[in-house]
């Protein structure tokens, strides 16, 4: 009897990984109808990826949809990668309102 190889979690990503175009992620309107039919409200943790590092397209993707998750989903943990002054800067803004802005 021949046993199948598990898939692989690489394999099980690709399948499920969403690309975005820039004329998607016009609109808050549109934008919240586009989180809702790619997030599931049953959905525990979103990953977000990017390949550029540093494309304006990507940070105003991920602001969008980490700003609908935390208002509108309920979520209330944000973890990112970035330079540790960035992130402390964030931090400080969350916690205290001051800063950023």
């Known amino acids: 009897m021949e046993v199948e190889p598990p898939i ?3 394999k099980q990503l690709k399948d499920e990984l969403l690309c975005f175009q820039n004329a998607e992620m016009s609109g ?10 790619i997030i599931s409200d049953d ?3 979103v990953l977000l990826g990017e390949s550029t590092h540093g ?13 609908h998750l935390v208002q509108h989903r309920g979520y209330r943990a944000v973890l990112i990668e970035a330079e540790w002054p960035d992130v402390f800067a964030v931090n400080q803004y969350i916690t205290t309102k001051t800063g950023l802005c």
């Open 43 to 45: 959905t525990e943790v």
């Open 28 to 37: 808050s309107e549109h934008q919240a109808k586009l989180f809702k039919q």
């Open 8 to 10: 692989s979690i690489a």
């Open 55 to 67: 494309t304006e397209e990507f940070y105003k993707m991920r602001s969008a949809l980490t700003r």
